[in-house]
């Protein structure tokens, strides 16, 4: 059974929308998830692309996914990895880290295709200033069963285990139906959750609303089915017992350091991205959109 729905806050940024569904008012955390957000479908024009400029991130990871397009990931490590569907980029912010996102110029030319998540995982007592760190990882388990297929993104599910770092007991997936397609929702974490990207799908026979974040009862098996067919998300972990705060783009246990974190990208005491060096994006002046905390 469905416990709650939490539905997106969406933004549309022109040539196409991003819908926000944590943190909201109604819940801030499923598992170690603290940050959702869905982009796409979308077809860009072409010349144009998606440009996310240097930005600083402390006290958590970020996990993108694409199921259409690619990206260009950069950070102040060094790192360089094209992103694009059936690999997970994982960038462990730790003690902090700077990035930047933007479509390749391959891409460009063609026009981008958008269509994929961004989520963020708050790092558990005792990790949050871990150093930081990326990965990219493509050699995921596949688990297929008649009409359904589901790609094992982080953690362990129907006995296949990720080779994805988890800080936290972590759970995501991609599953697609076909029509009549169906896959079982064990019991296998404190909390979960389950997001319809496409198509029509139901969770023990309740119809789940597009976009939109239905947070399940825990301790119960359920069945996720699809009569026409769908592309459905699986998140979720265990449960943390300190309370996470966010700000912008900082996560933390401690509000001191997330306005530590503040006053540091502000001076500029973050390191700069190698070979994306001349923007950034600057801290803002007011409330930002994501937010916990007055």
Excluded: C
Excluded at 39 to 61: E, K, T
Excluded at 190 to 195: L, Y
């Amino acid at each position: 059974m469905i416990g709650s729905t939490i539905t997106p806050t969406t933004h549309d940024l022109g040539q196409f929308e991003v819908r926000r569904v944590l943190p909201s008012k109604m819940r801030t955390m499923v598992g170690p998830f603290i940050f959702v957000d869905q982009f796409g479908p979308a077809q860009l024009d072409l010349g144009s692309g998606m440009d996310v400029r240097p930005h600083p991130h402390i006290n958590l990871a970020t996990v993108t996914w694409l199921f259409e397009g690619a990206i260009d990931h950069r950070d102040s490590l060094g790192s360089f990895s094209t992103i694009r569907p059936g690999q997970v980029n994982l960038m462990t912010a730790g003690k902090g880290i700077v990035h930047s996102e933007r479509s390749p110029t391959a891409e460009r030319r063609a026009g981008p295709k958008l269509y994929g998540m961004q989520t963020w995982l708050a790092l558990p007592d005792g990790k949050e200033e871990i150093d930081p760190a990326f990965e990219a990882v493509s050699d995921l388990p596949v688990v297929e069963d008649g009409r359904a297929k589901a790609i094992v993104i982080m953690g362990e599910l129907w006995g296949e285990r990720a080779p994805t770092t988890t800080y936290a007991d972590t759970i995501y997936a991609e599953i697609v139906l076909e029509p009549g397609g169906a896959i079982p929702i064990e019991e296998d974490a404190d909390e979960r959750a389950v997001m319809l990207v496409g198509g029509e799908a139901m969770i023990d026979g309740h119809a789940l609303e597009k976009f939109s974040l239905s947070v399940l009862q825990p301790g119960r098996d359920m069945t996720l089915e699809s009569k026409t067919g769908a592309r459905v998300m699986l998140l979720g972990g265990e449960a943390f017992q300190t309370r996470r705060h966010a700000w912008w783009n900082f996560v933390s246990s401690s509000r001191e350091r997330i306005q530590q974190a503040k006053e540091d990208w502000a001076k500029g005491r973050f390191p700069k991205v190698p070979g994306d060096e001349e923007e950034f994006i600057p801290l803002p002046d007011g409330q930002p959109k994501t937010v916990t905390y007055p």
